[in-house]
Structure formats: structure tokens, C-alpha cells
């Protein structure tokens, strides 16, 4: 009898264990808002506080108390000086006369009040010369400045020189006062801080403040190649910065010295960095370049590449002012940097970097509390010993599962095998409708509805992804309930499942050498530990104790992945204001898809636990609907003035023709204003400017006889944007210091060969075309032979700006054609002269065509001209 009786006790125990296992009771609907609400409130109360966390600005008074700290009053106070010179374009008397007096000013005071007795001060103001290729185009300077710092300890052992490297010139009609005012007056305060007091230096520290960055990028050149200081410096540290503040975000080392991450790691006190950023900036995703890539490629020196990018919609504008810097930026990118410097000035690895040149650091801070970075070979071991480990936790945790339910493994392999194929079909469907949104945004010209309304991204975005991957399994498990997997088992399977795609995908990207792969064992990582504490603890068995060490486990996932959401969007939306090129949604709503499927396929489907989940997954669905609906209405209208401009330059231009005869006569003249739009809505101001105005659209017959359309290009970044700018006939403009060529000779070098000598004279700025024509070949000339070598194809670009001296620019083009006959021109010649810094010049007429511009837009503007011959 008690055997039988122990045997029965047994089977209704088993039946229980078997009821409680196959228990599908859900979670009231109700409780599914506090479940979105605690990862709203933790994303607003905790990761966006600490995105823009920052240290109280040091004072004076403080100095007194604590010699030797950074002092961000002081350094916000030379800041004022600095911006209120103004504008500070290249060539002008502001660039070159009171912005250097006013550096060498501050400089001789920091001298006056240095420990000679400890270092040796020499300042300079170095006045050059060069040329040399910047992408497609031959960048030539003339007497260009830079003010130069170099600091020496006494009795100093090594020659050995760590380089601090920012710009004080700015782009036409800004102050420059975030870009990059603020980074010399932050290295004034440094270089004051060192030698004010007792701090111990082994190598020598070389202050260059830039005079022609913006240029671009000659004054680093002129340095690097020119300056007898040059050749001591072992590395760089490069500030720069595209917003107005904010935390300074280092987002390229190297390349291939680890040491200096590690430097960064161990003394900077608020990091800010990531492998993601380096690998974005690398791979062409910010439309942007840094002094940084000067001294990479001409000084084979290595580095770090720190920059301002919080509120990016003032970059290079009018706005970019004093006023709207946050006081206590000075204090945070003060203290990383004195502490980043005083550890490089005496590291041992300056001596001889080359020793140490092995291998890249994969790097993170989390969200800004403390900083990873660890060797390449190291993040490839870690990524594949949590794959492995993935893989067994999930064989294991499906073994665990056979033995618990009673039913066969290869049914419970087939059950995951389907919800791993429901689970793909799932990313495919969110990430095709995120897709879709986005050509059909760009294609009904709705794009950008979330440059101003940055919120608008939740709906257009997010809800799609939600929906996408929450809809597929609430429909799936709805339709499972009599003869399916128990409910939360089949939740765990489709989590698993996701699990595995992400590993897989991490597996692709290290194979690839994908540095950012890290960014995905994160999730996975993370999600591993959980299943092994709910294995460890028997939680899985359960209907919903298994969401405890769930949901515990994806707080820090969940924080990290929106920490770099918020990040990027910060940086990369801006942006956006300044690419014409590409489909601004295909960007934000590629990255919101991919952001979304790190951190939200371990949360979406715990909706499906809810009662009905389907109406609450489709209320993401219903919210994608009404974003779409609203991006078509005022609301969403992207700009606003002052804050989130919509930018355009305009030149007004006057253009002259020349035939190709000996007399190089005029064919024709014209004038008007050259608009260049510079985003994805080229055609805004159609209405504004066109409707019941004098104003017209020209067509664009030009582009098939004249070089760059007739248009007066600039720079290189204009040549992207040239298919969306439109001509305006106007009056003329005023017509002194046109530029000017003249042929100083013409001979034969062979009969297959001929040279010419030219000269170029006018305005500070100049672009140059020359366009080889009749079977001729540009085979030497002047220039730095690099384009030549590279065969790229013509018109061949030399953009020409000087500083101090205005001799005209002479130089020589040899020419060779296959034949011996030379009847008929050789080649095509436009010059684009730029007068960037001279508003008195400025025609009335030209200022009542810029009063029509709304107040929503920003116009660079300034007087240029065009003139083309065929020689």
C-alpha cells in the first residue's frame, strides 16, 4: 500500500510540475504601460543626465585654494576677447593681424608669470608657403601664419616633442567662438597652468595655434613640413570641433599605437570616446577632416582627435557665438586635457613611439561614468569565447528544456528552429518598414521632419521597429495556445533566437575585423548571463520569476545602447544640415534600425506575456501612422531660425567668357548670385524668392560648354552639392581686384610637347580649373605631382589662397598630344576669384536679394566672379 501510495503521490506531483509548466497565464494589460514607463524614465533620468554631465566651473577664488587646477573662468574670459574680434577668414587683417598680436599677447603674459627657472619658453610666428593634394584638389598657400609655443624642461635629456594642435581662424561670417576659439583659449589656460607651477615635464611641449585650417588644412601642413620644430615631435594631440561645446569627443587614435589609448584611459577625468565614432569617421559617414589626417599622412606621426559636437546646427554659421558655449565646458575639456598632458609630456613611450607602433585598442567609455579599452587580439578572444559561450548556453539551456517539459529534444529543436526563422522574419519586416519610411519620406519630399524635432525619429523609427519585431511572435503565440511550447519557454526560445543571429553577425564582423563588433557582445553578453542565472536558479521553469534576472541584466545594455543612440543622434543629425549628397533617412533610420535591434529584441517580446498583446504591439504600429501623417504638417517643418537654420551659400558673381581665338576675345558677360543650397531641400525657397519677384531661375545650358557649369566654385566640398545650385541673373557687382591671367610665355618642349607660363593675380581666394581639350594631356606642371601620378581625371582643381603676400601666383603647365599637330586651343582655364571678408563691398542690390531669405535660413555670403579661356 505504500508503495502504491508513493507512486501515485509521485504522479500528481509530476502532473503538477507538468500544470505549472504548461500554466499560460498572462500579465494584466494594464501593467504594460508601467513597463514602457520604467524604461522611459530610466533613459530620461539617467542617461541623459549623464550624457551632459560636467563639472562646476573652476573660478579665481578657486585658484587660490587649489594652485595648480585648471581655471575655466579664466579661460572663458579670454574667450571673450578672442570672439569679439570677429570674423576671422584667412587674408584678412583680422586673421592675420589682430588675432596673431592678440595670441602673442596672451603668450607673453603666460611667459611673464612662467617658472623660467624650471622651462624654456620660445614662441614663434611661423610664415609660410606650400602646396600639396587635398582629396582631388592641389591646396596652395602663400604666407600663411601660425603662432608657435614651445616649452622645454631645463637640462632637458631628449629632443622628444608632444604636439597640441588647434585653429584660431574661422570660416566667412562666423566668429568661430565653438570652432575652434574655445580649444586655443583652453590651451592658453593649460600652457599657463604647467608653467605657472611646479609640474614636471621629460619631454618638450609644442603649442601650435593654428592660422589656416579652415583653409583648408594648411596650416598643419605648413608646420608639419616646414617648421624647424617639426621634426622632434613624436605625437599629436589635435583639438577641433564641430558644435559649440559639450563634451569633447575623441573619435580617432593612433593609428596603430595603443599606448596613447591607454594614456587616455588612465588620466582623463570625463572620457568621452569609442570605436564606433573612430570607425564612422573612417569610413566617410561624417562629411568632414581634421588637422589630425595632416599629421597622420605627412608627419607619419601618431595621435589623438578630440572635438566639441554638442549643438552642431551652429557650426560654422553666424551663430556660432560666445553666448551660447555652456560655462562648464571650459572646466571639462580643460581638465581632461592638463591631465591627458602633463601623463604624455612623461611617458617613456614618447621617446620612440615606433617601438610601440603594434596593433589597434577597442575602446568605449559607458556613458561617460568610467572608460574600456583593451588591445585588438584581446576584444578578438573575448568575442569569441562569449560566441562559444552563447552557443553552449543555448544547447545546454534547450537540453534543460526536453528534460522539464517531458518532450522530445528534436521537437524542441524544431520549435526553436521555427521561432529563430519567426525571429528573422521579424528584423527583416522592421527593418524593411524603417527602410521604406525612409525612401518614402525622401521621395515625397518629407525628409528631415526631425532636424529641429529631434523626437519625431520615436515615431518614424522606433514604432516601426517595434511593431516589426513584436507583431510576427504576439500573432504567432496567439495561435499556439492548445498544442504549442509553454508560453514563457516559447518567449525565452524567441530571445534565444535573436541571440543567435546577433552572434552569428559578431562572428561576420570579427572575421571582417570590425572593431565595433564589440558593441554587440554587449547584448549578447549580457543576455547570456541572465539565461545562466535563471538555469542557475530554476527561474526559467517559472511562469514570470524568470523576468527578474531578465530585466535586471538589460538595464545595463539597455542605458549603454541608448547612451550611443542619444550620442549619435546629437552629432549626426546636425550634420545632416550640411549633406546634400546622399538620402538623409537612409542614415537616421538605418542607424535607429540598428540600434533597435541590440536593445530591444530582449524587451519587445515580453509584451507578448501582457493580455492582448497584438492591440498593444499594433499601438506602435498606430503611432508610426500618426509620426508619418504629422511629418507632412507644419509641426514637423525641419528649421527654425537661429537654432536649427536650413544653410545656403550665395556669391554674387559677375562672369566673363572668352573665345578661343588669338585674341582670347570676350564671347560674353553676365552677372548674377550663385545659390548653393547645402541639404536634402534644394528647392525650399522656390516660393519665397521666385513667386511674384523680378528673381529667376536660370536653366543650366552652361554645364555642357563651361567648366563646373560657369558656377564659382569655391571649394572642394562644393563640388557634391553643384547638381542642386541654381543660377539667379542680377545686376553686376562691384568689379575690383577681378582676377587676372596673364601668359607670360608659350614654347615647345619637343613636337609633342608644349609648355605654358602663366600668372594669376586678384582677390585672397581663388579657384582654378584647367581642363586639358583636343586630344592634349596635362603631363607636368608647378605643383606637387601627386594628381598626375594618380591620373585623376581632369578639370584638374588648384585652390590658391594667401595671407600676408599678395604676389600673383606663376607657374607652368606642360601639355602632350600623340600627334604633332597643335592647331585649335590645348586647354580650358576658369579662375573663380572670392572676395569672403570684404562686406563693404557688397552691392545694395545683392543685400536686397539676401532680405528675401527667410529668417529660417542662413546665407554665407560674399562677391566672387568667373572667367573661363581656351588657350
Known amino acids: 500500500m505504500n508503495i502504491k501510495k508513493q507512486k501515485h503521490e509521485k504522479m500528481n506531483s509530476k502532473y503538477e510540475n507538468m500544470k505549472i509548466i504548461y500554466n499560460r497565464s ?22 541623459v543626465p549623464s550624457f551632459h554631465r560636467m563639472p562646476p566651473q573652476k573660478t579665481l577664488q578657486d ?48 611667459i611673464d608669470g612662467a617658472r623660467t627657472d624650471l622651462y624654456d619658453i620660445e614662441k614663434d610666428v611661423q610664415i609660410a608657403s606650400g602646396n600639396y593634394l587635398l582629396w582631388s584638389m592641389v591646396n596652395v598657400y602663400q604666407s600663411i601664419q601660425n603662432v608657435v609655443v614651445k616649452l622645454s624642461p631645463k637640462n632637458a635629456t631628449s629632443e622628444a616633442a608632444l604636439l597640441i594642435n588647434s585653429h584660431f581662424d574661422s570660416v566667412p561670417g562666423s566668429s568661430g567662438a565653438g570652432d575652434s576659439g574655445m580649444m586655443c583659449v583652453i590651451m592658453l589656460e593649460v600652457l599657463r597652468v604647467i608653467t605657472k607651477y611646479e609640474t614636471p615635464l621629460t619631454y618638450t611641449l609644442i603649442f601650435l595655434f593654428n592660422g589656416a585650417e579652415e583653409n583648408p588644412l594648411q596650416g598643419s601642413h605648413a608646420f608639419i613640413t616646414q617648421h624647424p620644430w617639426a621634426h622632434n615631435v613624436r605625437a599629436v594631440v589635435n583639438l577641433d570641433s564641430a558644435g559649440s561645446g559639450g563634451r569633447e569627443i575623441l573619435f580617432q587614435s593612433g593609428p596603430d599605437h595603443p599606448w596613447l589609448m591607454k594614456y587616455y584611459g588612465n588620466h582623463i ?95 568605449f567609455d559607458v556613458l561617460g561614468w568610467f572608460f574600456v579599452c583593451y588591445p585588438d587580439y584581446v576584444g578578438v578572444i573575448i568575442n569569441i569565447c562569449i560566441c562559444v559561450l552563447v552557443l553552449i548556453t543555448i544547447v545546454a539551456y534547450i ?110 564582423m570579427i572575421s571582417f575585423n570590425i572593431r565595433s563588433a564589440f558593441s554587440l557582445l554587449i547584448c549578447i553578453g549580457f543576455y547570456t548571463l541572465s539565461v545562466l542565472l535563471n538555469m542557475a536558479t530554476c527561474a526559467h521553469k517559472t511562469n514570470f520569476m524568470w523576468l527578474i534576472p531578465h530585466c535586471i541584466c538589460q538595464i545595463l545594455p539597455f542605458m549603454f545602447y541608448t547612451y550611443c543612440c542619444y550620442a549619435f543622434y546629437v552629432v549626426f543629425v546636425p550634420m545632416q544640415g550640411r549633406e546634400s549628397g546622399t538620402n538623409p533617412e537612409i542614415l537616421i533610420g ?63 558673381t559677375t562672369r566673363t567668357f572668352h573665345n578661343a581665338d588669338a585674341a582670347s576675345s570676350v564671347n560674353h558677360t553676365d552677372a548674377g548670385y550663385y545659390v548653393m543650397p547645402m541639404d536634402r531641400h534644394p528647392n525650399s525657397l ?10 529667376t531661375k536660370a536653366d543650366r545650358s552652361a554645364c555642357e560648354t563651361e567648366i563646373m557649369c560657369g558656377f564659382p566654385i569655391y571649394s572642394s566640398r562644393w563640388l557634391k552639392a553643384i547638381d542642386n545650385s541654381f543660377w539667379v541673373p542680377g545686376p553686376e557687382p562691384n568689379k575690383d581686384y577681378l582676377p587676372t591671367l596673364r601668359i607670360i610665355n608659350k614654347e615647345s618642349t619637343s613636337s609633342t610637347n608644349v609648355m605654358f607660363t602663366l600668372e594669376v593675380s586678384g582677390p585672397d581666394h581663388a579657384s582654378i580649373f584647367i581642363d586639358p581639350i583636343n586630344n592634349a594631356k596635362l603631363v607636368d606642371w608647378t605643383f606637387t605631382k601627386e594628381p598626375l601620378e594618380k591620373s585623376l581625371s581632369p578639370p584638374h582643381y588648384v585652390y590658391w589662397s594667401y595671407a600676408l603676400d599678395p604676389t600673383p601666383l606663376r ?16 586647354f580650358k582655364i576658369a579662375i573663380m576669384g572670392h572676395r569672403i571678408h570684404d562686406d563693404m563691398f557688397i552691392e545694395e542690390d545683392f543685400r536686397e536679394f539676401l532680405a528675401r531669405f527667410p529668417a529660417w535660413a542662413h546665407v554665407n555670403s560674399w562677391i566672387g566672379s568667373y572667367n573661363s579661356w581656351q588657350l
Not at 817 to 825: I, L, P
Open 590 to 652: 538605418g542607424f535607429t534600425a540598428l540600434f533597435c535591434l541590440l536593445l530591444s529584441p530582449f524587451l519587445i517580446p515580453l509584451f507578448c506575456l501582457f493580455r492582448k498583446s497584438k492591440t498593444i504591439i499594433s499601438l506602435f504600429g498606430i503611432c508610426t501612422i500618426l509620426f508619418i501623417i504629422l511629418a507632412a504638417t507644419p509641426v514637423a517643418f525641419p528649421y527654425v531660425e537661429k537654432t536649427a537654420v536650413q544653410r545656403f551659400f550665395a556669391v554674387h
Open 811 to 826: 607657374f607652368n603647365l606642360e601639355f602632350e598630344r600623340e600627334s604633332t599637330n597643335w592647331s585649335g586651343a590645348t
Open 686 to 695: 522656390d516660393d519665397i524668392l521666385f513667386d511674384e519677384s523680378n528673381f
Open 269 to 363: 577625468t570625463h572620457p568621452f570616446a569609442s570605436t564606433i565614432g573612430e570607425e564612422l569617421f573612417q569610413n566617410g559617414f561624417i562629411p568632414s577632416e581634421t588637422d589630425y589626417r595632416i599629421f597622420r599622412d605627412y608627419g607619419k606621426i601618431p595621435g589623438l582627435d578630440m572635438a566639441h559636437t554638442s549643438n552642431g546646427f551652429v557650426y560654422h554659421t553666424k551663430y556660432d557665438r560666445f553666448n551660447l558655449i555652456p560655462r562648464r565646458t571650459y572646466q571639462l575639456t580643460g581638465e581632461n586635457l592638463l591631465g591627458l598632458i602633463k601623463a604624455l609630456a612623461n611617458a617613456p613611450e614618447l621617446e620612440d613611439p615606433a617601438k610601440y607602433a603594434e596593433g589597434h585598442m577597442i575602446f
Open 399 to 508: 537540453w534543460s528544456m526536453a528534460s522539464n517539459t517531458g518532450m522530445f529534444r528534436r521537437r524542441i529543436f524544431a520549435k526553436f528552429g521555427i521561432l529563430a526563422a519567426l525571429q528573422l522574419c521579424g528584423v527583416c519586416l522592421s527593418v524593411g518598414f524603417a527602410f521604406c519610411i525612409a525612401l518614402f519620406l525622401d521621395a515625397v519630399g518629407l525628409s528631415m521632419a526631425w532636424f529641429s524635432q529631434t523626437w519625431m525619429i520615436f515615431g518614424l523609427y522606433f514604432c516601426p521597429m517595434f511593431f516589426g519585431l513584436g507583431i510576427l511572435p504576439a500573432i504567432y503565440f496567439s495561435r499556439t495556445k492548445e498544442h504549442g511550447l509553454p508560453l514563457a519557454y516559447g518567449i525565452q526560445l524567441l530571445m534565444h533566437s535573436h541571440c543567435l543571429i546577433l552572434t552569428v553577425i559578431t562572428i561576420i
Open 26 to 47: 498572462k500579465i494584466g494589460w494594464y501593467w504594460a504601460p508601467l513597463f514602457v514607463a520604467f524604461w522611459f524614465l530610466l533613459f530620461y533620468l539617467v542617461v
Open 63 to 110: 585658484e587660490l585654494q587649489q594652485p595648480g587646477q585648471f581655471i575655466g573662468e579664466r579661460a572663458e574670459g579670454t574667450l571673450l576677447k578672442l570672439s569679439k574680434i570677429g570674423p576671422k577668414v584667412v587674408g584678412s587683417a583680422a586673421n592675420e593681424q589682430v588675432a596673431v598680436q592678440f595670441l602673442l599677447s596672451e603668450i607673453s603674459e603666460i
